[in-house]
């Protein structure tokens, strides 16, 4: 497992952007790939994106298609979420995850990541 650390929520009103970051510990980052997760209170945690391990075909959630953009960077062992055109219903916890030998075809099973990170809150203003 690795160690997840999430940083660059906070509150924006509608339409703006936000980059979100998450850190990993350990040298094995390349072999994982990496999602972000988001949760509304009462509500069911959620994928927006993945991006696997081996550079393949990121993976969007309908509702951030075209808006948000995940992206990683194997030497700083990070991988980022740019959020534009930010929308009220995008206000959640967010949640950065990890899976060992991930490709496209598991980026949505929220099952099939084994490590998380505590969290950063976005909120969107309308």
């Known amino acids: 497992q690795v160690q997840l650390v999430e940083s660059g929520g906070g509150l924006v009103q509608a339409g703006g952007s936000l980059r979100l970051s998450c850190a990993a510990s350990g040298r094995t980052f390349s072999t994982y790939a990496m999602g972000w997760f988001r949760q509304d209170p009462g509500k069911e945690r959620e994928i927006a994106a993945g991006?696997?391990?081996?550079?393949?075909?990121?993976y969007y959630a309908d509702s951030v298609k075209g808006r948000f953009t995940i992206s990683r960077d194997n030497a700083k062992n990070t991988v980022y979420l740019e959020m534009n055109s930010l929308k009220p219903e995008d206000t959640a916890v967010y949640y950065c995850a990890a899976q060992r030998w991930g490709s496209s075809a598991t980026m949505a099973l929220r099952l099939r990541y084994d490590s998380w990170g505590q969290g950063t809150q976005v909120t969107v203003s309308s």
């Open positions: 991006i696997p391990y081996n550079g393949g075909s990121p």
